[in-house]
């Protein structure tokens, strides 16, 4: 029996051989490569700017650090996302706020951020869930009326668009940040990116990126460099990149597959799904669907070769959170409720639609 999997990494002989040209080459970090690809996401995107990082949670560190998140301070973002969403701003010392969703998205809702913003408030973590973009014109309005940094989360946005701009374009934000791990859209096998149109803010997310280190002036022709603040090693390597500057040539058919995917399932499954919203033009990375009983569904779901993905656990039902900022199950309810039914369906280009047509049957065959 064929199994299938929520997601999947594509991989072509041109992705292979442009890791393998790396190889062949002088540089396997720090190199050509890394370059071409921020460019080639620039491009992309329309960013002014691009900071390649090892991971989509260094890229978040990173850029809450170059908003200015520290202690005393907190930041506004989802419940339904990763853990990273979250932790991106405690690691400053920040305190996480969620604000509940739109039940209709599950992306974070606007009137419930402008409830929760303070005077603490120095900035709004919008996740894009499942690749549909969060309604950015609001968000950036909330954040302009209040003075506050926008850094959107769009782990599962490459690809999408929200009105006329790309996400990733900065057009609402100062900084957006994307993953490329194997299951997104796109993947470098691990790796992530931060785009900005602010030169402060990219020479601040490069410095933070290395250690810290600045190299200008009179440096930049010698050995010397500096440290001007306390930053990580959060580099991605020349192989990462080749294969990132290969994957995003085949990003718009990947968007176009998946988006077929998702009508097919909209068509042919009488299940509760998320809604497209009329400014959204997503490349979905997430199908997720709200079935009755879900732990005896993702269970048969296994048993009949669907290996199945919940997303997410509200991050403020977590141990750590609970303990930490006194959080509690209730505080969300649309978030709570959303979780108690969602599982993700298989999303990814290479599915056929045999394969969907059998997926679709062996569901049916265990509602």
């Keep these: 029996m064929k199994t299938y999997g929520y997601g999947h990494q594509s991989i072509t002989e041109a992705d292979i051989e442009s890791v393998v040209e790396v190889l062949r080459g002088d540089y396997l970090t720090c190199g050509p490569a890394v370059r071409a690809f921020e460019q080639a996401i620039c491009a992309y995107t329309g960013a002014k700017y691009c ?3 090892a991971n989509a949670t260094a890229g978040l560190h990173i850029a809450a650090l170059a908003a200015g998140l520290g202690t005393g301070d907190e930041a506004i973002t989802s419940p339904i996302t990763f853990l990273s969403s979250a932790n991106c701003i405690a690691f400053t010392g920040a305190k996480p706020v969620f604000a509940d969703i739109d039940a209709h998205t599950a992306d974070i809702d606007p009137d419930e951020i402008e409830k929760r913003i303070t005077s603490r408030t120095k900035a709004l973590v919008p996740v894009h869930f499942a690749g549909q973009s969060c309604d950015m014109k609001r968000i950036a309005t909330l954040a302009k009326c209040h003075g506050i940094k926008v850094i959107e989360d769009a782990a ?87 294969l990132g500057v290969s994957q995003l040539k085949r990003l718009n058919e990947f968007k176009r597959r998946r988006r077929e995917i ?106």
């Excluded at 490459?158 to 859209?185: E, L, N, Q, R």
């Excluded at 609970?322 to 959080?327: E, M, N, P, S, V």
């Design 156 to 242: 599962h946005a490459i690809g999408s668009d929200y009105g006329d701009t790309k996400v990733g374009s900065c057009a609402y934000s100062d900084m957006t940040v994307f993953s490329f791990h194997p299951v997104k859209t796109i993947t470098t096998g691990e790796g992530g990116a931060v785009t900005t149109n602010d030169p402060d803010l990219y020479a601040k997310l490069c410095a933070l990126r290395a250690h810290g280190t600045h190299k200008d002036g009179e440096m930049a022709h010698t050995w010397e460099y500096e440290m001007r603040e306390l930053g990580y090693n959060y580099r991605i390597t020349d192989l990462q990149c080749a």
């Design 51 to 53: 900071v390649a990082v």
């Design 262 to 367: 998702v009508s097919y399932y909209n068509e042919n499954l009488a299940l509760p799904h998320l809604e497209e919203m009329p400014y959204s033009n997503a490349c979905f990375h997430l199908y997720p669907v709200l079935v009755e009983n879900r732990r005896e569904f993702y269970f048969k779901a296994r048993a009949a070769g669907l290996n199945l993905q919940v997303h997410y656990i509200p991050v403020h039902t977590q141990p750590y959170y609970r303990a930490t900022y006194g959080y509690k199950p209730g505080d969300y309810p649309k978030a709570e409720a959303y979780y108690a039914k969602c599982i993700s369906l298989p999303l990814y280009p290479s599915l056929t639609d045999d394969d969907l047509s059998e997926i679709i049957r062996r569901i049916k065959g265990i509602l």
